[in-house]
């Protein structure tokens, strides 16, 4: 049997850095890349859960991958972190630039956006824009060296695209404490779509491919209050499950998508149909 259209989704051969690996769809996304054949490089702050997940990853999917732990905000721990990928790998084809900041301050991050710090924003801005420029800066530098071309994938969120519902809120409640979407995850997710268009239009010809990928909510310990009115605002009636992003991503990383360059990814439900 002919199966050239399904050999476009192999990543056999390929190395794949995930930034925020070790966390809730990090871990997914690895899995994933890992499962259609790609080395994977599990990035993220904490040295032993990557490596332990690394471990893992080759245990179950009989392939290779590294642990390496990266902060995204820092341009000396990104250069050093994709040395040594390639120094492991010898190549990088390709990047999910995955990482965003969850702040150790959870009052201040879910403060109201007249009370917002200008610190908090910051910190928030340095990992959510700031890294995901450095980290692409870096790959994408790696890629041109190689001339073999290369994919990125960037993630967003639908509130990069539009606004969050604020009436969604009201009396919701994740892993037992109040909820809302800050300004600034809204306006650093908007950034990761501006960067994404900028970086296709400058690095196409150079066979690099920068796309977004842009999920909505995710089921994930939130209430019942929240679960409902969120699924209230989606055609689809229901909130994502988290293994539901995977195959958005094995795509855009693949031969599959082989014309797709500076495109925004929307995996929602249908959210923003209405």
Known sequence: MNSHYKNLFDLSGKTAIVTGAVGILGQRFCRGLAEFGAQVAVVDLDLDRCNTFAAELEREYATSALGVVCDVSDPISVSAMVAQVVKRFGTVNVLHNNAASKSTDIDAFFASTEEYSLSEWRKIMAV???????????????????????????????????????????????????ISNPAVYSTSKAAVVGLTRYLAANWGDSGIRVNALVPAGVESGQNDTFKARYSARVPLARMAQADEMVGALIYLASDASSYVTGHCLVVDGGLSAW
């Open 128 to 178: 959510n824009v700031d890294g995901m420029f450095l980290v692409a800066q870096a790959v994408g530098n790696q890629m041109k060296k190689q001339a073999t071309g290369g994919s990125i994938i960037q993630t967003s969120s639908i509130y990069g695209l539009v606004s969050s519902d604020k009436r969604i809120y009201e009396g919701s409640f994740y892993l037992g404490r109040q």
